[in-house]
Structures are given as structure tokens and as C-alpha cells.
């Protein structure tokens, strides 16, 4: 698009004369047509096929967390470690113990916020704060022990 402005003819937008846009063409390893055009005009013309072929190549990109997984399967396989589905009932299990300590973590947070309205000395807050912990804590390991004996397959 061309704009006469005090007399000259200024180019706007993304026009703009000589050989723009030489350096990204060489970089993706594109010809140079050498004519005025937009980068964009000239990019489009020349890399959709080459894009695309990257694009589409039989190994796609994959995030560092499939990466990641991926180690971790082959470390599994190496270390002999055997993953079985879980069947419904399992999982049903699974499910009921979750909800059950998560709802004890529940109560004991409502009851530490209760006694923590009712006590203004620092010393007991802190005793109280550590007793939370403590049961937060030990209503965590009860829970994750009963998870992994019923993904075992043991009775919880």
C-alpha cells in the first residue's frame, strides 16, 4: 500500500522496496526473487511445501512430558517393573479411600482453623500448627499406603 505524504511516496504496511527480507529467505533456504514484495508474500509463496514437510515428517514433536514418560517406561522395562490395569472394583476402592481420608484432612483443617480463632498466645499457635501438620501428614501416608496395597492387589 502506497501513501503519498508531503509530496514523497512512503511505502506502509509490510511493502518496502530492494531485496527485504533476503536474510530469512536464505535462512530457510528459499530463492530470492529480488522483487518488491512483502516478506510475508514472499515466505508464503516459497515455504508452504518445506514447512509443511517438516510439519509433516513421521516424527512429530513431542513435549518434554511425553519425553519424559517415555524414559520412565524404559526404565520401567529395564527394572522388570510390570504395570497392570486397575480393575473397576479397584479403582471404585481407590476412589473411596481418596474421599475418605480426604474428608478427615477436612475435618482436621476446619478444627485447626477453629482453634487457631481461639488462641491468641504465639507459643500454643505454633503447637497447634504442628499438631495440624503432623495429622495432615499422617492422614497423607495413611491414605498413599492403602492406595499402593490396592494397587497391588492386597486387601487395604
Do not use: W
Request: hydrophobic share 35%.
Amino acid at each position: 500500500m502506497m501513501s503519498a505524504i508531503g509530496g514523497r511516496r512512503q511505502t506502509t504496511g509490510r511493502l518496502r522496496g530492494g531485496r527485504c527480507g533476503t536474510s530469512v529467505l536464505r535462512k530457510l533456504g528459499l530463492p530470492d526473487s529480488g522483487r518488491m514484495e512483502s516478506r510475508c508474500d514472499k515466505i508464503s509463496r516459497f515455504a508452504p511445501a518445506r514447512l509443511q514437510s517438516v510439519a509433516m515428517a513421521d516424527n512429530p514433536m513431542k513435549s518434554s512430558f511425553e519425553l519424559a514418560m517415555e524414559r520412565l517406561r524404559k526404565k520401567d522395562v529395564e527394572d522388570g517393573v510390570v504395570a497392570r490395569p486397575l480393575s473397576d472394583a479397584e479403582r471404585a476402592a481407590i476412589a473411596e479411600v481418596r474421599s475418605f481420608y480426604d474428608a478427615k484432612i477436612a475435618e482436621q483443617d476446619v478444627l485447626h482453623q477453629s482453634a487457631m480463632r481461639q488462641s491468641v498466645d504465639p507459643a500454643e499457635r505454633e503447637l497447634l500448627d504442628q499438631q495440624f501438620r503432623r495429622d495432615r501428614e499422617r492422614y497423607s501416608s495413611e491414605r498413599d499406603a492403602k492406595v499402593e496395597r490396592i494397587r497391588r492387589g492386597e486387601q487395604p
